[in-house]
Structure formats: structure tokens, C-alpha cells
């Protein structure tokens, strides 16, 4: 299983950026896709999930309705589009495979860092 | 919303030692819901414990999980110099949020 991630910058508050997950080495349309991040020094927070076949995603409260998440099962990739970016999204960004059960994340990328600074 | 709390916050130990990391929930999860993941200085995580004892693919068997209701036990049977990291314990199920805990650092 590979996960690469790919699209973080610095960017302003307000801003927008799309981040995306290049998948291989699994069957990819057999799997629930997640975005977890973490920002410098603290712990894991759960970003959103997308099921196997892109009808079905979830939010966290902190970035519903600003970020978006999709996935193109055609070229085994996952993207997360992110909107009106807040100082309080700065953090690695990953990208995760499902691990079989709903929630449950059972391989993950290296991370893409994302720093909202003005 | 399940929220789990870890403790301590860090633990320090040597190699060779036993150790015990403690996770809480505010209610009562099934023991199927609660992982635990390993995340080393500078890397991502792993998926180490699920199912509350379950061990992931390649994961040795020092790592043992345990526990029911709202306290789960990840324990780490003798140390070894890779195990000191931090770990986060997880709920997950049919609904999110999937929340994670704080972590717990295991220190040498």
C-alpha cells in the first residue's frame, strides 16, 4: 500500500487549495478514503471520510461546509478541496486507507503540510 | 460524540520495562469500536491494536490490547528502543466523528 500526498503550501486566511492523494498498491474502489491532519504539536483530529464509491462522505464539524472531499476511482486518487482556509487549519495533512471498518484507518500517507498564515 | 481521554500523558520507562497506557471513553463503546496507533518522531502513524485487541498486519506480539465498556488498556509487554513514541487511541464505528485521544508519550 502506497499513499502520496501532494498540494500543501502556505497560504493566506480565506484562501483556497486542494490537496490530493495518489493511491496504489490495494484495489482502490474497494475502500472507504479518509483525511486525517494534525497540527504542529498536537494530536490527530479525523477531517472526513468518503466511501468506496464517492456517494457517501462525512465532516468534521470544524471544516464542514468549507472543505470538500471527492475521489476518482479511474486514476486511484483522493482529494480534499479546502475553502476559506482559518489560521486553526494549519497542520500535516494525511491521507488514509479504510482498515475494514468504518472509522477504522488502516494504512496512511507521509502528509502534505498546510500553513494558513497572513 | 464519544469523547476518549488518555493517560498519562506521558510515561517514562526503560527498555525492557512493561507499559500500560490507559484510554477512557464518555460512554460505553463497543470493545470492536476502540483502536490504538503508533506514531513515531517525524513519521505517520500506524495502526497497531483494533478491535481493542486485535493487532494490525506486522505487529508484533509484545502489543496486547484489552479492556470493555469505557477503560481500555494498550499494553506493551518489554519495551524496545522503536516502541518509544506516542500513541493515540481511537473510537470508530458506523458514525463519525472519529475522535481520537490526546496521546500518550512513551518516553525512555
Known amino acids: 500500500v502506497q499513499l502520496v500526498e501532494s498540494g500543501g503550501a502556505v497560504v493566506h486566511p480565506g484562501g483556497s487549495l486542494t490537496l490530493s492523494c495518489a493511491a496504489s498498491?490495494?484495489?482502490?474502489?474497494?475502500?472507504?478514503m479518509y483525511w486525517v491532519r494534525q497540527a504542529p504539536g498536537k494530536p490527530l483530529e479525523w477531517v472526513s471520510l468518503?466511501?468506496?464509491?464517492?456517494?457517501?462522505?462525512s465532516y468534521a464539524a470544524s471544516v464542514k461546509g468549507r472543505f470538500t472531499i471527492s475521489r476518482d476511482n479511474s486514476k486511484n486518487s483522493l482529494s480534499l478541496r479546502m475553502n476559506s482556509l482559518r489560521i486553526e487549519d494549519t497542520a500535516l495533512y494525511y491521507c488514509?486507507?479504510?482498515?475494514?471498518?468504518?472509522?477504522?484507518?488502516?494504512?496512511w500517507g507521509q502528509g502534505t503540510l498546510i500553513t494558513v498564515s497572513s | 460524540e464519544v469523547v476518549v481521554t488518555q493517560f498519562p500523558a506521558t510515561l517514562s520507562l526503560s527498555p525492557g520495562e512493561r507499559a500500560t497506557l490507559s484510554c477512557r471513553a464518555s460512554?460505553?463503546?463497543?470493545?470492536?469500536?476502540l483502536a490504538w496507533y503508533q506514531q513515531r518522531p517525524g513519521q505517520a502513524p500506524r495502526l497497531l491494536i483494533y478491535?481493542?485487541?486485535s493487532r494490525a498486519t506486522g505487529i508484533p506480539d509484545r502489543f496486547s490490547g484489552s479492556g470493555s465498556g469505557t477503560d481500555f488498556t494498550l499494553t506493551i509487554s518489554r519495551l524496545e528502543p522503536e516502541d518509544f513514541a506516542v500513541y493515540y487511541c481511537?473510537?470508530?464505528?458506523?458514525?463519525?466523528?472519529?475522535?481520537f485521544g490526546q496521546g500518550t508519550k512513551l518516553e525512555i
Open positions: 460512554q460505553r463503546v463497543s470493545i470492536s469500536y
Open positions: 481511537q473510537h470508530f464505528g458506523r458514525a463519525p466523528p472519529y475522535t
Open positions: 468518503i466511501s468506496w464509491d464517492g456517494e457517501s462522505t
Open positions: 478491535g481493542a485487541s
Open positions: 488514509a486507507k479504510g482498515g475494514g471498518f468504518p472509522g477504522l484507518l488502516g494504512s
Open positions: 498498491g490495494f484495489t482502490f474502489d474497494d475502500y472507504p
